[in-house]
């Protein structure tokens, strides 16, 4: 019998409603689920197709060992004995730091596995956490931190209501957006301009997004001088919200005279936006009634992310457009996560390495990866749904040599993927259609989100019987090392009975359902079971009226003021706007090199699935006035080279390039992904081997990877003619 379930999706932060028609414990057909409080039948072709990475033959559904290059399958007892007794001699030997942690995006979707993950490390005593999150984001975790008292006080623009939004370095009709929820942002921009508002997008490519609404190019990696111009611009008008200022916040004169210098004219010397273009913008923006600012993956990944999402915050603040309807909100979630995770050991910010880099919301920078095994600071590393192989800077592959030193590796994951190939384990992990779940903590927790709603879903599927969640994996693991969890040895007994009774005739005690029901209850919403019976469709909460922030204890900084200047952010500014400005005006006429999302790749992990996935190779994005330059017709092929190392793929020219710029979708080359046949047929190149690692590429306030904007070298190859 076909029954239907529904679900969210989980891939992307759109977290689409789905109806999934299940038969037999296979997935039928996926829908959108036209009664979505928020989505509202949208969907993608990765949701829609998800059945196929679901029920792909090439899923990992028991522990494997690897011995050699021989795989085995082995129970879960043996697997997780031999793994505890590693870890063990590891943290016996070099202490609790040796032993560490590396998440993927995925891992930020899952609800309940950063508790226990973080229960669990804590409890043993490693802080040693990476994860992709340096990759997209931690910058403004860190200006949050300095800003606004924490991290997870996280501003989102007020889409639905705003007169004039600018967006720099995202692309959400493609990505589904990110750090706030915009499910049909093609609409939701339509919208503004429906209203007689504007839509500007500033990035180096004329991307999907920016159908709706205006473009300007800007050359990568200077978004700080365009912000930083901006913003002086509205201190020489003296656009200033002075009462406001004066009552909720503090250091606006270390703003001031940090921007000082930057005047329209020099910006547009970088930039590639001109001074008109620059006060044309901060005209509309002034005199908008609510103005939004948004800022991205983009951006936050060139060598001044926290730079300019700081100068980004301060913008909104000083001119009265933060904390009001049509401005940047800061949105109230079910709990109060932010005032939990202030202090919260993990999630605060932290310098728990031998050098300076900071932990910025729980992560170290994965850019140190390499270097901190190979120095032998890191001996033994869980990989949960990650694979910083493709998705980290990897100049020159040098993270396979790293990744291979290690006493220990262990992928937790679907697949056995280009990191899980060098693992000594691999432990299999249950999907999202799997397990019971809720939209991701900024959403349900943060409330950052035009449109807050609440939405709790029940697994679709039965995981096969080898496999298991990522928090029963860290309980199991709690229970071996006797790590209490949650600070109460009685719950943390209840937790770890309840693990070793998983997948046995009495285990009867749901985890995930009990804690996610445990919350709602504590923030009197309706529990899990009346989610499901009474709003299947999800549960739509009241619009974020605004005014509702500053000034007040919201604001977790000690003072309860807003910092428009924190020392850190000043000093930074200070010492390297000057020498990057230099270097970029010295290098007019070098190629930048810059990502791309494509709709139907997710990250690396949608490679393996045929009905997404057919082209055989990524491309290299040039403009018409480059191929002309070089000589170059479609689908020639390049060397594309930075000083660590070479990559050689076919172009694609458009005019939706910005000259100068070369954009390379990112996380292909799968050539070694023997346990991925589909990705294999159909590599590509990893353009991370041209992204350089370590010390001197990482941003030091929030530890970012240095990913976007990268100078390069371009020629016609003499290794391959065509395509
Ligand atoms: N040049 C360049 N490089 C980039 C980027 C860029 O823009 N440019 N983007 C960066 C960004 S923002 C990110 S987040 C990273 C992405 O890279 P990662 O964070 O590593 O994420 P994915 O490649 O999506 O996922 C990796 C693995 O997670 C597994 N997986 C999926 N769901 C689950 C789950 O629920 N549990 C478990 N255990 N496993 C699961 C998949 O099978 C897959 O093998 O790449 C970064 N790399
Ligand atoms: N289909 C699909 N969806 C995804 C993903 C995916 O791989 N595929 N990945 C998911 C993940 S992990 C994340 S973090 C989110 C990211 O979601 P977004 O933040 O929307 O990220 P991107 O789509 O990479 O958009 C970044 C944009 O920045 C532009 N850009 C590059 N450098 C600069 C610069 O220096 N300045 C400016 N102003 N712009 C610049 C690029 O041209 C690109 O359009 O997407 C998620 N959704
Ligand atoms: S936009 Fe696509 S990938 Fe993202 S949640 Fe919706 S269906 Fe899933
Ligand atoms: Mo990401």
Known sequence: MTETRLTFCSLCESFCGLE??????????????????????????????????????????????????????????????????????????????????????????????????GEFYKGIGSSRMYGTGSCDTTNKFRVNGDMYGSAMRLAYPDVDHTQFMMILGANPNVSGNTLYHLPRSRDRFAGIIERGGRVVWINPRRVESARTGEHFFIRPDTDVFFLAAFCNEIFRRDALDHELIARTMKNVDDLKEAVADWTPERQAEVT?????????????????????????????????????YWLLESISAITGNFDRRGGNLIGEGIIDFALQAKDDPVLKLGFHRSDDLPTVSGQQPAAMLADDILSGEVRGLFVEASNPMLAVPNPGNRLEHALGELELLVSIDWFRNETGNLAHYILPAATWMERPGMPYALQS???CTPTPYLYAADKVLDPPPGVREEWWIYTRLADKFGVTLMG??????????????????????????????????QSGQPNFKSMLKDHPHGLRLPDNPGNNFLGTDRVLTDDALVDLGPPDFVAAFKERVEPLFDDERANLDKMKLIGKREIKRMNTSSANSPRLVKDKTNYAYISPVDAQRLGLAERDYVDVSSPLDSITLPVRITDEMMPGVVAIPQCWGHQKADGLPHAQQHPGVNSNFLAGDGYANVEKLSGMAHLSGIPVDMVRSDRIASA
Not at 29 to 41: A, F, K, L, Q, W
Not at 496 to 519: C, D, E, Q
């Open 20 to 117: 999934v028609d299940v038969k037999d414990n296979r997935i039928a057909d996926i829908r959108p689920d036209p009664e979505h409080v928020v989505s509202n039948g949208y969907v993608c072709v990765k949701g829609t197709r998800f059945d196929s990475v679901q029920h792909s033959p090439d899923r990992i559904i028991e522990p494997m060992k690897r011995t050699g290059d021989k795989w085995e399958a082995i129970s879960w007892e043996q697997a997780l004995d031999e793994i505890a007794e590693k870890i063990r001699s590891i943290i016996d030997r070099d202490g609790p730091q040796a032993f560490g942690n590396f998440v993927g995006a995925p891992g930020g979707a899952n609800l309940m596995s950063p508790i226990f993950r």
């Open 488 to 521: 109460s040895p009685m719950f943390s007994g209840i937790l770890k009975l309840a693990a070793r009774l998983t997948g046995t005739r009495l285990g009867f005690i749901n985890v995930p359902k009990m804690l996610i029901s445990g919350m709602l209850k």
């Open 272 to 308: 590639g936006i001109t001074a008109d273009a620059l006060l044309e913008l901060v005209d509309a923006y002034l005199a908008a009634d609510g103005a939004a600012l948004n800022m991205a993956t983009g951006v936050n990944q060139g060598r001044s992310g926290t730079l300019c």
């Open 445 to 447: 927790f943060v409330g």
